[in-house]
Structure formats: C-alpha cells, structure tokens
C-alpha cells in the first residue's frame, strides 16, 4: 500500500518543484487514486457491513425469506401488512413487543434526562475529590450488559437478592417479586437501566456545563439573580444542544434495550417484558423468518426516525 | 454556611457513589463465597470463609469453558481496536486533508450513517454474514462492527483541529501523502488515537446481542455470550455466576481506571460534536 501511494505522489508531482506554492497544489492534488487509496479499507467496510445492509434490509423485508428454505418470492408488502391485521400469527407477538419497548422508553427517559444532569450539576464546581466522584458514576457504565444483567438478576432475586434483604431489615415487605411480574418488573429494568447508564448522560452534561462562559453566572450574580434563575436563564439555554443530543440518544438507546429484559427478568411475566429488538432477533435469527424481522425492523427504524425528527423540531421550535 | 454547604454536598456524593459502587462491590464479595455462604439470610459481607469455589467451578469447567471465553472476548477485541485504528485513521486522513471527487457525499453518507440505530441492521448482517461464511467465527465479532462511523467521524473531526502547517513542512521536505500520514499527523493524533482505541475495545468486550446470535459453538463464544450460558447452568449458584461476571469485569475497569481520561473525554467529545 505506502509503496503504491509513494509512486503515485512522485508522479502526480513531475516539475520539479519551483517553490512553496506549487509544492502545496501538487500535495492537494497528489495521485488521483492517493485519496481512494487512504479511504478504500474502510470504505469496503462500511459498503459492505454499513451502507449495503439497509437497502438490503429493504430488500430482504419484500419477499417471503426463510434461511432454511431455498425458495425466496417477492411478496410486495405482505411482511408489513401482517404487522397490521390481527389475523396474522405475528401481529399478537409484535405488539406485545412494541408496548412493552414503549413502556420501557416513556419511563426510562425522562429519568436518564433529569438525574445525569443533577449528577453532573453536583460535579460542576471544582473541589477535591471532583475526578474520583466522576469516575464512580461512570464505573457502572464501563460494563456490559451481560455483567449488569447478571449482577442485578441476583441482586433483585425474590428470595436471595441483596435488596429485599436489605428491605426486609430496615422492617419493608422482603417478598417484592422484582424481575417476575409487573409491575416490579418495570422499576427493576427502568432502575437498573438508570443506575448503569446515567453516569454517561452525566459526563455528557458536564462537558456541556463547561462550556457555559463564567462570565454569563457572573452577569447573572451581579444583577442579584438566585440560583434557581442562574438554571432557568443561564445554564438550561446554555445547555440547550447538549439536551438535545442526550434526549435524542437516549431516546434511541431506550428504544432498543435488549440485553436488560433478556437477562433479568427474561421477558417475565409470560413475554409482557420482551422488548422490540428481542423480537426482531428471534424471529429472525431464532426462527428463521428474515423477511417478516426485516419488515418489523425496517417499520421500527422508521418510527425512530419519526421520533428523532420531532424532537429536532420541537426543541428548535421552542427555541424561537 | 460554605461549610455546612460543603458537608451537604460530600455526604450527597458519598451516599450517590455508594449506590453506584456497592453493587460492584457485592458482586466481587460474592464471586469469593461459597455456594452455602451466598445463601446465608441474613446475608453477611464479608466472605466467611474467603473462598476460590466460583473461580475453581468456572475455570475447570469443560462444559462452560469460560477461560476460552475470556481468551476469545481478548482476542477479538484486540483484533477489532486494530483494525478500526488503522481503517478509521486513513479513511478520517483523506476526508480532512484531501480533495477528491465524491469526498462529500462519501463523508455525508458516513455521518448518516451515525443517527441509523446499530439494531435495525442486524437482520441483514446476519444474512450477509452468512453469505461470506462467517458465522459462529472470530471474524463474525472482529469485522462487521468496524463498518460503524463513529471513528471515522471522531478522528475527522480531530485532525480538523490540527493546524496543517507540520504538515506542509514536512511536503517541502519531500514527503508524500503516506510519510505525512503516518510520521506528522498520526503521532500527533495520539490522544485521540488512544481514545478510539480504549472506547472501541470497551464496545466489542461488552457487545452482547450480536455474540449471542451469531455464535453457537461452546468453544467460540465470548465471555458475555457465554455468561449467559453459565447463569443457564447455574441457576442460583451465585458465587459461580458473579466469578463470571467478576471476569468479564476486570479487564475493562481495569482499562477505565488506566485510561478514565480518555474515555470521558471520548464521551463527552462524542456528545457535543453529535
């Protein structure tokens, strides 16, 4: 590879060079392939892996696709259309999986919105001890969620868990059943979701606090106004980007839970807990029917889609 | 007054991080218990007596070969961080610093790329994988996830902000595109370089849903796939399940305590130029 680059810059470059301009214009043009060259490895990934897969997807969610079975018809929209009559085999299973995700979102997100930013509102002075605090709320989040999923099955366990014992020696009901029915279930993977990831959100916001010139917080002492001004008028405009990437991504990374209700309360009680994603990879993956998980995917990709797309406008909106 | 203040916000944070951290830390106590130990109600903190049964149970097992796991987890990991840094690097090298026709529609799609949640392709990869034979290998976990654009997208914006003049010195002196590349601008990109580094080794350690699907033979998982296997196996053996899990653990808190400046800078960065 440098071999080929370092013929092609000679070449691209035959005057000699004269002097510093004409020595630039010769590096900003180079070889014509020089450019495709640097970009072709990664290029071929992401074709391959990141571009190709979504047209595929498409694709893939017309046609009748079993990767047991050889023949694969087209079949137009059938795949959407069973998602939508309730005569289908899908359509129960399907939006059990959507109210369930929906659920887990509408409850997960505004708690990781509101607690990383009061974590983060904690750590915005300097004081010592400042970088250890950070890093403990950051801790959880280093681990994946098979850990987590394991950690907090035993943890939230009926009879054996850390936390209905902890309950039941400070007198409160020790018989809670966390990860088996709702709805326990709900707090169980709401709370564990929040307790693994606000550390994040967290370290998002405080970059963003940091941003915020001092002089706006001087201005605003100045002109005698309390604290809880200084948030309203300076530090929540301030941050008003920085919201916006955390609700935006956190609404998406909530969308797509998985690994939390497969690991802890697996789907429990009966699959009421069994999220979209999970869904999608089972029926897939797990039985074999990529056309029907490629159209649920695709009709999930574009609900999400939808809803980042309103909140871009509803936030740009209030802005005016 | 700032006194009192002051003491209100250390017994905040202190009562905060014991939330954060005691989970952690019982899971650590446990995996050093005994079966009958970890049974005990009420439970004790401390290991009574400090026991090796979960590591013992997890690293002699060959039904749940867990050491495999950890070796397979390692290995692709490694793998995968090289081969975003070297693809990620390049392709973030001509996007910054070259003309060429296509550059903004290839950039373009690449960012587009970014919004697209990383779930709604895994059908299709499974199918493409498939076709190239790669499923329930290493290369099944190393490769595809290489094709995201974060990196792409981070070390663009990183070489942005390097003033090129190192650079069209080192022209002047008759260096071509890769010379400048890989002796001017790559050492210069070192924190951001390692920043990729520690955050795409922490992605595929811990990636979980993909592993699960894509693997199957005992002896190719990934220490997450396999954890769930082991609590499969066993149940309420928690002194098993948290060795497990404590294995999985230290490697990456392991990484965050040596590299806790790079991964928060990488997230925080990741947040406001998104």
């Known amino acids: 590879m440098a071999d080929v680059i370092e013929v092609g810059a000679a070449r691209g470059d035959a005057p000699p060079p004269a002097g510093r301009n004409r020595r630039r214009g010769a590096t ?10 640097f970009l072709a490895p990664y290029l071929v990934l992401f074709l391959v892996f990141g571009l190709a897969p979504i047209l595929f997807g498409i694709w893939i969610s017309l046609h009748q696709w079993d990767l047991q079975l050889p023949n694969r018809p087209f079949i137009g929209l059938e795949n959407y259309r069973d998602l939508f009559s309730s005569d289908s085999a899908d359509y129960a299973d399907w939006w059990s999986s959507v109210r369930a995700t929906a659920i887990f979102t509408v409850l997960s997100v505004p708690l990781l919105v509101v607690v990383p930013l009061g974590l983060a509102l904690l750590l915005n002075e300097k004081f010592p001890g400042r970088t250890f605090f950070r890093a403990a709320f950051f801790a959880p989040y280093v681990l994946g969620v098979a850990v987590i999923g394991l950690l907090w099955r035993f943890l939230l ?53 940091q941003d915020i010139p001092a002089e706006l917080y001087e201005a605003a002492r100045v002109d005698g106004a309390t604290a809880w001004d200084r948030f309203r008028h300076v530090t929540l405009p301030g941050l008003r980007p920085v919201l916006l990437f955390v609700l935006t991504t956190t609404i998406l990374a909530s969308a797509n839970v998985f690994g939390q209700s497969f690991l802890i309360t697996q789907g429990a009680p009966g699959e009421q807990t069994r999220t979209v994603v999970w869904r999608i990879v089972d029926e897939g993956l797990r039985n074999y029917d990529v056309g029907q998980a490629s159209a649920m995917s695709v009709l999930f990709a574009l609900l999400l889609a939808v809803v980042s797309i309103v909140n871009f406008r509803l936030f740009r909106y209030r802005e005016d | 007054m700032t006194n009192v203040r002051r003491v209100a916000r250390y017994g905040a944070l202190l009562l905060i991080t014991a939330v954060f951290v005691t989970p952690l830390v019982w899971m650590l106590l446990t995996s050093l218990k005994t079966y009958e130990d970890a049974q005990q109600d009420p439970p004790s903190w401390l290991p009574h007596p400090f026991s090796t049964y979960g590591f013992d149970q997890i690293l002699g097992n060959t039904a749940n070969p867990v050491l495999r796991w950890f070796l397979n987890s390692m290995l692709a990991a490694s793998l995968h961080t090289l081969l975003v840094l070297v693809t990620a690097s390049m392709a973030a090298y001509a996007l910054a610093r070259l003309r060429f026709r296509g550059r903004k529609v290839s950039f373009a799609l690449i960012v587009g790329t970014l919004f697209l949640p990383p779930t709604s392709l895994i059908i299709p990869n499974f199918v493409i994988a498939d076709r190239l034979g790669w499923i329930d ?14 990196g792409v997208f981070f070390l663009r914006q990183f070489f942005l902000s390097i003033p090129a003049e190192l650079e069209e010195a080192a022209v002047l002196d008759g260096a071509n595109h890769w010379q400048v590349f890989s002796q001017v601008l790559l050492p210069l990109s070192k ?9 795409s080794f922490l992605t595929n350690w811990n990636d979980f849903l993909w592993p699960v699907y894509v693997l199957f033979s005992p002896e190719r998982l990934t220490l997450p796939a396999g954890l769930g296997l082991l609590q499969g196996a066993y149940v309420t053996d928690y002194p098993v ?8 653990s230290v490697p990456v808190l392991i990484l965050f305590v040596l590299a806790q400046r790079h991964i928060i800078q990488g997230v925080s960065r990741s947040g406001l130029k998104g």
């Not at chain 1, 900003?28 to 060259?37: C, F, I």
């Not at chain 2, 924190?191 to 955050?199: D, E, G, S």
């Open chain 2, 191 to 199: 924190p951001a370089l390692a920043t990729l580094a520690v955050l």
């Open chain 2, 241 to 248: 399940i948290m060795a497990g899990a404590v294995l999985a």
């Open chain 2, 137 to 150: 290998t290493l290369t099944v976990i190393v490769v595809p996830g290489a094709a995201s654009a974060f």
């Open chain 1, 157 to 209: 366990d009926a009879n054996l868990g850390l936390i209905n014992r902890l309950l039941g020696a400070v007198g409160l009901p020790a018989d809670t059943p966390w990860v088996t029915d709702v709805p326990w279930a709900w707090v169980s993977l709401v709370g564990v979701t929040v307790w693994w990831t606000c550390g994040f959100n967290a370290v998002i916001y405080l970059a963003g606090l």
């Open chain 1, 28 to 37: 900003e043009r180079g070889h014509r392939a020089t450019p495709y060259l």
